[in-house]
């Protein structure tokens, strides 16, 4: 049960004072928004102070103000609602504000990065070089910042006044020497606010007529209880327990106030859920509620990830209570990291591709998606993706395309100019401003008006340091000024709804009693009971009036807090343990090493998968059983009720699909799906073999003169253009990390070009064509193509692909006549005569060939010729039109092969295993697992 306890503050009696309310002309305060209390005063001007000196302006005041005040109550409140009048309910936060106002003391509305900017400012005037935080200053002046500004407004809310006796330890001397200018300089943190609180309080009035405390006073930090004791205060205790002492729920009271141990008898008044998955606990807790008479008349608690148990309320039909997830990385905010990600050498193609494709952009997406597409595919900016992407954007909207993608780059180590940095975020704050102003609803406008604060709070912090003489700023410094902006924010989609169950955030919260609790996420506590101070530091703290709480303090308020919703609990306390968390809650390791059974266990993933309902019905968690719905299976063949047209013009790709993987062909072609390839930069092999068709296009393009040119001017092309190719079309070999990948690329590069160069020595070739587009009609459509490399020569033409490795596999596939791709290429060029053909192995600088007759040094892997296979080819894509034409496609995916998979007489050989590079695989069904 809850007690009261009254006792008149050793001050003197309860003040009143001037409303917050704005006077009108007649003399008489409007309503007060900020507190609900009417108000008025005479027309003299004066404080009311002033007005009781003067005798002959009559003074006033009507509505004082009960406040109920607790530690936590700034968050979510449990308590039904209050309609008592001149009442309110505030954690601290509220208190301070409301005090503030009633006294005329402005409000603090600098951003919490201003302050550790300034504190910043404020260390740095004070570093001589032997201060005790120089070398970790030096090292990251932000987070040193943010660190001792938490250690002084720690030690302002405990009791400091900024001085410490001239005998204090050194590191406490250094604090007090930088307080001198912080004191100043810094906004005024709570502690300070508190102060001057306490300063006006004997000469001005409030509104306030009593103070309910609603925690243990002994929680409060001494300034807290400073300014409280100013007042008519009572405090609301916690009793020994309100459920039935024969309950279980009373024996567990019991055990927690008198330490008394009795059996359960396992009535219902004590369950404990347990499962791994947060999700499955927030849908059974959501669904227990649900089957309340009265979800008004329990209580629920959730310290952390309110916002699961929220949404599985709203799935279950109940309205939102209110539970938030503040982050960091909402998509406003996320702009001003990406947009400074992007000044610093090496270019991160990542960040660039990020900063591209993020929804909330300066740059409309009709430019984005273009460039995004051309970062995909060539890592860089630059490269002939990125210049194709800029030739078909607007001539308007190419000057913010160059601001924001390609600034001035600057080493991280060096840093940039502080001058640069506030004109690109000064673009940000102005682009958020139009944001803002043309928001369309109040969801719309929370997000951005959040990002525009940060935003301009980071600017008002660069040109501080700008004017302050700070001419660079290095990358650790500048991220660590980014997040000191970017605090975390709320959803501003998620509201609570009428009619809501009661919920808190904190267990300290449940001061009154309650018929049922649910503690979902009765998580293990872990409290931070270090201290930074030695027992000399802290003795020198005493003295100087700073009394900081001790480990017994902390344990023991948690402890106050995390009974309070058992003990206030009448006839059900549900407890949600998850056990995925390393150690235990206090209140369940009691529980399990002091009663150990008898309480009413709900094992939920045990009896999910067991499908043994009978405990869900015992706690009324309606469980019914679901119909199953096996993921689909493979199957060879898929069938529809319309023919499939060919394609008029095919390709190398297209004919490969439909003659191996008739699915894919299908899927690509005739329904046009792809995947979203501009969600990931390439690399690995595929940008390595990107990279080397580059180098070979662009040698042979500026080298038609290359049988004459020796090998010192060759090195020294490969050492220019190869670097240039990396920045420009694969600046992800450029990251911190992938040193030893950079070299093998740019070694691989060199060898691969000299060692091509004496394949076509050895052949007596005089001309080389790369990347040449060939076409030719053939019997069904036109065949379209590229050509890596078309060289001439005595024995006439050859055409080469160049793939970066895959040696083994290329010379099995001509061994087996499946080399369909330089059958293409070779009926593609063979009009007149056939060319010789063969695939170039840039990892090792081999050719593989069916034969050795136009290359000498080639692998002759043997096999049928080139103009047999095309002919087979022709065959196989007949057979396949024929099955589309029928409605009827193969999938060669998972599913075994059948009859039908053998091919007609004079086709090629069917591929049994699938596509390892196919992008629908997923749509081809999941096999059984086994």
């Known amino acids: 049960m809850s007690s ?199 000469k001005r009035r409030t509104q306030i007529r009593e103070v309910e405390l609603l925690d243990a006073a002994e929680d409060l930090p001494p300034l807290w209880r400073r300014v409280l004791e100013r007042f008519d205060c009572s405090t609301t205790r916690t009793g020994t327990g309100c459920a039935p002492s024969y309950s279980d729920l009373g024996k567990l009271q019991a055990l927690l106030t008198r330490d008394l141990a009795r059996p359960l008898d396992g009535d219902g008044s004590l369950v404990v859920v347990r499962a791994f998955s947060r999700d499955v606990t927030a849908q059974a807790t959501a669904e227990m509620l649900r089957q309340l008479d009265d979800p008004s008349r329990a209580a629920v608690v959730a310290s952390r990830d309110g916002i699961i148990l929220d949404n599985a309320m709203e799935r279950v039909g109940l309205p939102r209570a209110g539970f938030q997830h503040y982050s960091p990385f909402r998509a406003a905010n996320q702009v001003l990291k990406l947009a400074f990600a992007l000044i610093w050498q090496p270019l991160d193609p990542h960040r660039l591709l990020q900063f591209l494709i993020h929804p909330v952009n300066p740059l409309p997406w009709r430019v984005r998606g273009r460039l995004a597409e051309a970062v995909a595919s060539q890592p860089g900016i630059g490269g002939p993706a990125w210049k194709q992407a800029m030739a078909k954007i607007d001539k308007d909207q190419t000057d913010g395309v160059v601001f924001w993608t390609t600034p001035t780059r600057y080493d991280p180590s060096q840093g940039a100019p502080a001058a640069d940095l506030h004109v690109r975020v000064s673009r940000v704050v102005a682009w958020l401003a139009r944001r803002l102003a043309t928001a369309e609803d109040g969801e719309e406008s929370a997000v951005f008006g959040a990002a525009y604060s940060q935003a301009a709070a980071l600017a008002a912090t660069l040109k501080r340091l700008s004017d302050g003489g700070r001419h660079r700023i290095r990358k650790i410094e500048l991220d660590s000024l980014v997040d000191a902006a970017n605090r975390p924010t709320p959803d501003g989609s998620v509201l609570a709804e009428a009619g809501h169950v009661p919920v808190t955030s904190h267990p300290g919260n449940v001061t009154e009693a309650t018929d049922e609790v649910f503690w979902w996420d009765l998580a293990p506590q872990r409290p931070d009971l270090t ?194 190719l990396i920045e420009k079309e694969g600046a992800v070999l450029l990251e911190n990390g992938r040193g030893v990948d950079r070299q093998q690329v740019i070694t691989t590069l060199e060898h691969a070009l000299v060692r091509l160069l004496g394949h076509l020595r050895t052949a007596d070739v005089q001309t080389v064509k790369s990347e040449q587009a060939v076409k030719r009609s053939f019997p069904g459509g036109v065949l379209y193509g590229e050509a890596d490399l078309v060289v001439v020569g005595p024995e006439g033409r050859a055409v080469l692909d160049a793939k970066w490795g895959s040696e083994r596999y290329r010379e099995e596939e001509i061994e087996a006549g499946r080399h369909l791709q330089l059958a293409v290429y070779g009926y593609a060029l063979g009009e007149g005569a056939w060319p010789s053909t063969g695939y170039y192995i840039v990892t090792t600088g ?60 004079g086709g090629l050989e069917t591929r049994v295993e699938p596509d390892r590079f196919d992008e629908f695989r997923w749509l081809t069904g999941v096999a059984p697992f086994r």
């Open 531 to 724: 201290s930074p101070w030695s027992k000399e530091e802290r003795a020198s703290l005493a003295a100087a009036g700073v009394d900081l709480p001790t480990a017994d303090n902390q344990l023991g308020a948690d402890k106050r807090a995390w009974l309070r919703p058992v003990l206030n609990c009448r006839k059900r306390l549900v407890l949600v343990v998850h056990e995925d968390d390393e150690g235990r809650h206090p209140l369940w390791g009691r529980i399990r090493e002091q009663i150990r059974r008898g309480w009413v266990d709900v094992p939920l993933d045990e009896i999910l998968l067991r499908g043994k309902t009978t405990r869900l019905d015992q706690v009324a968690i309606p469980a019914p059983r679901l119909a199953r719905k096996p993921l689909p299976v493979p199957r060879r063949r898929w069938h529809i009720d319309r023919p499939l047209p060919a394609r008029v013009s095919e390709s190398y790709t297209s004919l490969n699909k439909i003659c191996s993987y008739p699915h894919e062909w299908v899927l690509t072609y005739a329904a046009r799906l792809r995947s979203g390839g501009i969600n990931e930069v390439a690399d690995g092999a595929m940008l390595k073999g990107s990279l080397a068709h580059r180098l070979f296009e662009r040698f042979f393009t500026e080298h038609g003169d290359w049988t004459s040119l020796q090998d010192p001017e060759i090195q020294r092309w490969l050492e220019l253009t190869i670097q240039d």
């Open 4 to 202: 009261t306890s009254k006792g008149r503050c050793s001050s003197g009696p309860t003040r009143a004072g001037p409303c917050t309310g704005r006077r009108s002309r007649f003399g008489r305060c409007t309503l007060s928004t900020k507190t609900g209390a009417i108000c008025w005063t005479e027309r003299s001007g004066r404080t009311p102070r002033e007005d009781k000196r003067n005798p002959n302006v009559p003074l006033r005041y009507h509505g004082p103000m009960r406040v109920r005040f607790g530690l936590h109550r700034d968050a979510l409140e449990p308590s039904h609602t209050r309609t008592s009048v001149g009442e309110i309910t505030v954690g601290p936060q509220g208190l301070l504000g409301l005090l503030e106002s009633d006294l005329g003391i402005p409000s603090v509305a600098a951003h919490p990065s201003e302050a550790i900017a300034a504190y910043r400012d404020c260390l740095t005037e004070c570093d001589d070089w032997v201060r005790f935080y120089h070398r970790s200053f030096d090292a990251d002046p932000v987070g040193v910042a943010r660190t001792l500004n938490d250690w002084r407004q720690q030690w302002y809310l405990h009791g400091w006044d900024g001085r410490f006796p001239d005998h204090a330890a050194s590191r406490l001397g250094d604090m007090a020497a930088v307080e001198s200018l912080a004191i100043e300089r810094v906004p005024a943190g709570v502690g300070q606010r508190l102060r001057a609180i306490l300063g006006l309080l004997d």
């Open 846 to 905: 081999n050719v593989v060939a069916p034969d050795a007759r136009f290359f000498p040094k080639a692998l002759a892997a043997g096999g049928e010729p080139v103009e047999a296979v095309w002919r087979k080819g022709l065959v196989t894509r007949n057979w396949r039109l024929e099955q589309f034409a029928r409605g009827e496609i193969e999938v060669n995916a998972a599913a075994e092969p059948d009859d039908a998979s053998e091919p007609p007489g």
